[in-house]
């Protein structure tokens, strides 16, 4: 499939910002009032998959345009149903997309600098790459598997493989859609993105969430992480 590459869209005047979100009604209010703040969002678009607190409402208090999936379906579905909405709101459907994690608060704001090569036709799909955070537990065994099984598949190595926090043209998300399942998501992403041709670049923001800890509940969620990574690079 060929692409419609970043210099093609260079005339969009702004981008639609799509938040994933699964019980944060303690930050998502703080995200979302912060990525709104970027002059170049024309909207975002919240979509609650399946949560048991009042993110939807914490959400959409805050300005966002809420969807909410009646019951948990995972991230790969909640990015696609928020691309959806965007796509059938009116003046949206073309924009880029930028992906942002829902508990990064006030930090959000520091995603501007994601939607300016795609806006400026430099790149179709742009990487966050966010700062250590103190107390991170992580032993890296995901990340290496993530980072070595896209360099296997495609020649490019990334710094941070699992980032979350991307621009995209619309053009590409629709070509890498259907996404990879699970915390596989990213990788999947990355790996169809390149083979469509598509121009990628990794560029540092000072966004931070939640880090995970080494307990045993942190150590279960990198067992499901380097489970799904595997599952989209088996695929891949």
Do not use: N
């Amino acid at each position: 499939m060929l692409l419609c590459h970043a210099g093609d869209v260079s005339a969009y005047d702004g981008v639609v910002v799509v938040i994933p979100a699964l019980d944060e009604a303690t930050r998502i209010a703080d995200t979302v009032a912060a990525a709104r703040s970027i002059d170049v969002v024309r909207g975002v678009v919240v979509v609650d998959d399946g949560s048991r607190d009042e993110t939807a409402q914490r959400a959409a208090e805050a300005g966002a345009e809420v969807v909410s999936h009646d019951r948990r379906r995972g991230k790969a579905a909640a990015l696609e149903t928020g691309a959806a909405r965007a796509a059938a709101h009116d003046g949206w459907g073309d924009l880029p997309l930028v992906l942002l994690d829902a508990d990064l608060q006030a930090t959000a704001a520091a995603a501007a600098p994601l939607a300016e090569p795609v806006l400026s036709g430099d790149a179709d799909l742009v990487i966050g790459l966010l700062p250590r955070a103190p107390g991170a537990g992580g032993h890296g065994f995901v990340v290496r598997l993530a980072r070595d099984g896209i360099a296997q598949r495609t020649g490019w190595q990334p710094t941070q493989p699992l980032s979350g926090q991307r621009c995209l043209t619309r053009s590409l998300f629709d070509a890498v859609t259907p996404l990879a399942s699970g915390f596989g998501v990213e990788v999947g992403m990355t790996i169809d993105a390149l083979r469509h041709g598509a121009r990628v670049l990794e560029l540092p923001v000072e966004l931070s969430h939640r880090v995970t800890g080494s307990s045993l509940r942190d150590q279960l969620h990198r067992a499901r992480q380097y489970r799904d990574v595997r599952r989209a690079l088996r695929g891949r």
